[in-house]
């Protein structure tokens, strides 16, 4: 666990891990992360943080990483997390990112509060999976993970539970079961020691108090999200880029066509985990700016 992680004790008295990432007195921008993922993946922003002079604040969900469980939680409970949080850290204003499975959490949350959130970005975001060719293009595991959330979550945390042992275990062998599903330019970037690490480290801290919470997390976006995207009112980007095969370019592209005041970036060349490790600074800049 990082040094530098804490956690906030919330009205409910669960607690909330967080970790902050790039410039501590820059503009702040809260990080919802993968799915499954954690609070590490502000990591994947922290370089460009210090660059952008941005204060990136990256939480953990109920039952994963440092935050306790909550029975009965929806993504549309989330906001009230983060409002929470950001009282804590005296932050009014803010920018929102969320990352793959993170990015219904944080459409929710500038939804509820405009008068707080200033932007969003959605970052190689899943888009609701009830709509016609959601997947069409998504990688076999993806489809068959997203399947079981939705039908056999129970199985779903055994595969997770496997999934977990590998990389405690055997590290190099989980990578290289990863790297089959990725597209060229995601294993380019996975390559790179520090990504692959990475990657080893925010899927065990998605599972560090066990399974159910990042389970239930895959299940909940693969659901009924709750809320209408059409009716976001802030500046909102979605950035996706025309390789991924984790969440589908049709993805990016239903989010884009939904949201009224919407601005697409669709990157060539660019795949899931890519998208996000080379263009982090465009990324940020657009956020604060």
């Known amino acids: 666990m990082s040094q530098n992680a804490k956690t906030a004790k919330l009205k409910d008295r669960r607690n909330l891990g967080y970790e902050e990432f790039g410039t501590p007195d820059g503009k702040p921008v809260f990080i919802f992360h993968g799915t499954p993922g954690s609070r590490y993946e502000g990591r994947l ?46 932050i009014d204003k803010f920018a929102v990112l969320g990352l793959s499975g993170g990015a219904p959490y944080a ?16 970052v190689s975001g899943v888009s609701p999976y009830n709509i016609p060719g959601a997947t069409d293009g998504m990688v076999q595991s993806d489809r068959i993970s997203a399947s079981l959330a939705r039908r056999a979550p129970l199985i779903l945390r055994i595969f997770l539970s496997v999934m977990a ?29 520090e990504i692959s690490q990475w990657l080893i480290d925010t899927f065990l801290e998605s599972v560090r108090s066990g399974t159910k919470g990042a389970a239930r997390d895959y299940s909940l976006i693969t659901r009924e999200w709750g809320f209408q995207v059409k009716e976001i009112t802030q500046e909102v980007y979605v950035w996706h880029g025309e390789s991924d095969n984790m969440t589908p370019l049709s993805m990016g592209k239903y989010m884009a066509n939904m949201i009224p005041n919407c601005l697409p970036q669709f990157m060539p060349g660019e795949g899931h985990v890519s998208l996000i490790v080379n263009h982090a600074d465009e990324i940020l800049s657009k956020l604060v700016t």
């Open 107 to 122: 459409a929710d949350c500038a939804l509820k509060n405009p008068e707080r959130v200033s932007k969003v970005a959605l």
């Open 165 to 193: 042992g590998s990389a405690r275990k055997k590290p190099e062998n989980f990578i290289a079961s990863m790297m089959k599903d990725f597209s060229e330019p995601d294993k380019a970037v996975l390559n790179q020691r």
């Open 45 to 90: 922003v922290h370089d460009a943080g210090v660059r952008q002079k941005v204060r990136c604040i990256a939480f953990d969900r109920p039952g994963i990483g440092l935050s306790g469980f909550k029975p009965h939680f929806k993504i549309t409970d989330c906001t009230d997390d983060v409002i929470q949080l950001a009282d804590h850290l005296h």
